[in-house]
């Protein structure tokens, strides 16, 4: 349990007040008795909405506001912030503290209250009775109905040990005997299966190495014959350059044993093969001979026309 430093009583007027622990109070305000009566419950305060309030701000979605009813509102909304800023502005501010005093946030309610965040606790212990564990459950054994009836067999009245035991024990023999030669020559089977396993596979075994064997032989002489036909071809076709070349040879030659004199004559008739003194004696003195001759032809036939023109005018 725990106890709490305040507690709520009833007056006899009826209401709920608080009270805390005597404590010094700075700033009591002494309230009077009648407002205590006044506020005592709330349900008779005025100031108490009563009633649903949703019927009271009911809009009418019907109503279209006017420009006049929005400029309205407006200016009385500025008014109401106008009012409010000078109310602010013209109220007394508390002044500053003294030197060497601060401030300190009392309370003003009509009842005081200490305020503190540390509840103060007690501790309460209690102790049960001791119970012993409750019993295991008995086993549950059904009533007995009916009534005991013995007898009493002699030796001998029943069956006969030797005699009736004899049949069952060559049932028991036999079918021992019978199992153990199933399993007997079962063994000797499996023997044989793998006795003819082991030979298969030493044939087959042999079988393969020789398939290996032969395939190994057939692609060596399968690669054999390849180089023999390719050294064969390449044979074949340097023999067949080589009878080109040949008869290109002996036809060039028989081409250019008519050629090389023709074209000898040819070039010779052309002027390509000369005597290089008679062509000096064409090329450069020839001409120097008729430019001489030429210059003493035109003096004479100057002097000619020079003296025939003389003996005309005598």
Not at 72 to 90: D, W
Not at 139 to 157: H, N, R, S, W, Y
């Amino acid at each position: 349990f725990m106890a709490f430093g305040s507690h709520r009583m009833r007056e006899l007027s009826g209401t709920y007040t608080f009270s805390s622990r005597p404590r010094a109070v700075e700033n009591r305000i002494k309230v009077p008795p009648q407002a205590l009566r006044n506020y005592g419950n709330i349900m008779y305060d005025r100031r108490v909405v009563r009633g649903s309030t949703y019927s009271q701000h009911i809009l009418q979605t019907t109503a279209q506001t006017t420009p006049s009813e929005i400029q309205r509102h407006q200016e009385m909304r500025r008014r109401a912030i106008t009012q409010k800023r000078a109310f602010g502005e013209s109220r007394l501010k508390t002044p500053e503290a003294l030197q060497g005093r601060t401030h300190v946030d009392v309370q003003t309610d009509l009842y005081l209250e200490e305020l503190s965040d540390v509840l103060a606790t007690t501790d309460i212990e209690c102790q049960t009775d001791a119970f012993l564990d409750r019993p295991a459950t008995p086993l549950f054994i059904p009533a007995k109905t009916g009534k005991d009836v013995a007898t009493q067999i002699e030796e001998g009245e029943l069956f006969d040990f030797d005699r009736e035991v004899q049949p069952l024990l060559e049932v028991l023999v036999g079918k021992t005997v019978e199992q153990s030669l199933l399993e007997v020559m079962e063994e000797e089977e499996l023997e044989c299966l793998r006795a003819q396993q082991r030979a298969f596979l030493e044939l087959r075994n042999s079988e393969l190495a020789e398939v290996q064997r032969l395939q190994e032989q057939e692609r060596r002489r399968s690669q054999e014959k390849e180089r023999r036909i390719a050294e064969q071809r390449e044979a074949l076709k340097k023999e067949k350059e080589t009878a080109e070349k040949i008869a290109a040879r002996v036809f060039s030659q028989h081409y250019l044993a008519d050629l090389l004199p023709a074209v000898f004559t040819s070039l010779s008739d052309h002027g390509y093969f000369y005597d290089p003194v008679e062509k000096d004696i064409e090329t450069n003195f020839f001409p120097w001979l008729m430019a001489e001759v030429n210059k003493s032809l035109e003096k004479r036939r100057v002097a000619r026309q020079l003296l025939d023109g003389r003996n005309l005018r005598m």
